[in-house]
Each structure stands twice: as C-alpha cells, then as structure tokens.
C-alpha cells in the first residue's frame, strides 16, 4: 500500500521503487519491457534492460537495425513496463524517445565486457539467422579482426532516452481493488506534473 504522501515529483518515486526491487529480486531489478509501435500502429514489445535513469528519462541500450530500431526511428512514441513480481508493483511509462549522444553511448559502451562488444559486432539483431554456426563464425571473424585492440562501438549501437510525459504506479490490493496513481506532464512544462487516481 501507498502509506506515505506522493511525491510530487514521479522520479523520486520511480527512484524509491527501483531501490526497494533491487533489494529483493534476484534478477534483472532494472528490467522492463519496452513497447514500440510500426508507422502503421501495430505494435511489438520485448524485454531491455534500464541503464541509466534521471531528471531527463530513461535510457536503454540496442541495435538501431533491430526490429526494436526501425520502430522507433519510424515513430519515436513508446512506452516501458516495469513490474517487480514479489513487490506485486507495476509501472507504467510512456513518452517519446531520443537517440542519446554518442559521447554517452560510447562511454556505457566502453564499460562492457569485451565478448559482449564483439556480439554487437557479430549480431545483425532481429534478422533472420541461417545456423548458429554462422553466428559463431562472425563472432569469431571480429574478434580476430579486433584482436588485442579496443572494441570501438559499433555505428548501429546505441541508447535511446524515454522521456516521459505519462507515469502510472501500481500497487496490488486485496480482491483486485488495487491503487492506480497517475502523473501526467503539465503542457509546455519540464518540471510540473498533473497527479490523479485512476479505478483499477
Ligand atoms: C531480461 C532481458 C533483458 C534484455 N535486455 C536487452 C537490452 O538491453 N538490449 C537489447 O538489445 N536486447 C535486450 N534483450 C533482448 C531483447 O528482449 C530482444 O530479444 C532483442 O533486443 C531483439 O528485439 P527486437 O527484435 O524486438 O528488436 C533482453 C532480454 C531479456 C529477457
Ligand atoms: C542483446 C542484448 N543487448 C544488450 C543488453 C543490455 O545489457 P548489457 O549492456 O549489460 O549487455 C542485453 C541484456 O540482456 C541483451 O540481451
């Protein structure tokens, strides 16, 4: 249950929440699904990992190329789930999304391990894969063509910021009747939010 007053601000309770799961979920506490959506509408959703998160948004990590990739460059509304399953919470994002600079995703790029530098060399994500030994090779291929060198990051690998103008929390209660909060953008504003309930 929400027991103290909300936050005016969403992140500081997005903040407080993110903390209370990576205390307790063994795994991936900052995992969230991101959904995205064609020019058209239809829309696809998968699983990325949070890695950076402040005043400006959320910020995650993939192949421009992917599935994920082309949607977004096509129509930069998308929107992230979060749901911690032994807290029984969920939240809700949406926004728009803008490529992070290429200082920044050179630098969360840097801090990979090496084997995982070299698979975003070697993945052409979400195309179609003729046999794993064809992946084992390319992977092969690169690090040999990198050799002791440094990985440098790949043109097509980058981070994408949500910035959101819509937060919705979720706190399960007893015969469904859950709490709703939501915080809405204030037009024109980069501060201000709009806070209301909703029916669960
Ligand atoms: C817990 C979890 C975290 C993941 N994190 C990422 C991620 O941060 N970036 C990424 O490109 N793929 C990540 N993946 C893989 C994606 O879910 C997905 O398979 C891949 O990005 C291709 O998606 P697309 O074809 O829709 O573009 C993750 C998968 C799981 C299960
Ligand atoms: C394909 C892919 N890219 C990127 C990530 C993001 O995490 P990391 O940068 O820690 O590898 C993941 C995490 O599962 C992933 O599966």
Redesign the pocket.
């Known amino acids: 249950m929400m027991t103290q007053a909300q936050p005016d601000d969403p992140f500081v309770l997005f903040s407080r929440w993110l903390a209370e799961a990576e205390a307790g979920e063994p795994h ?1 506490a900052n ?1 969230m699904a991101l959904a995205t959506a064609r020019a058209d509408g239809s829309p ?1 959703v ?4 949070l ?1 950076d998160v402040s005043d400006e948004g959320f910020v ?4 421009a190329e ?4 082309e949607e977004l460059t096509a129509n930069p509304q998308a929107a992230l789930l979060f749901h911690w399953k032994s807290l029984r919470r969920q939240i809700r994002i949406e926004g728009r999304v803008h490529p992070v600079k290429g200082a920044e995703a050179d630098r969360y790029f840097a801090s990979r391990g090496r084997g995982s530098q070299i698979g975003a060399w070697a993945s052409l ?2 195309r179609p894969l003729p046999s794993r030994e064809e992946l084992e090779r390319r992977t092969a291929d690169f690090d040999k063509d990198f050799g002791g060198n440094a990985v440098p990051r790949p043109p097509h690998w980058y981070g994408w910021r949500l910035v959101p103008d819509a937060f919705e929390f979720w706190v399960d209660r007893r015969d469904r009747l859950h709490e709703r909060y939501t915080y809405r953008r204030k037009s024109g504003s980069d501060e201000a939010w709009t806070q209301g309930m909703l029916y669960p």
Do not use: E, I, W
Not at 46 to 49: G, K, N, Y
Not at 60 to 63: D, I, L, P, W
């Open positions: 991936d995992a696809s998968r699983m990325v990992l890695k995650f990590y993939t192949n992917s599935r994920k990739g994500q979400s």
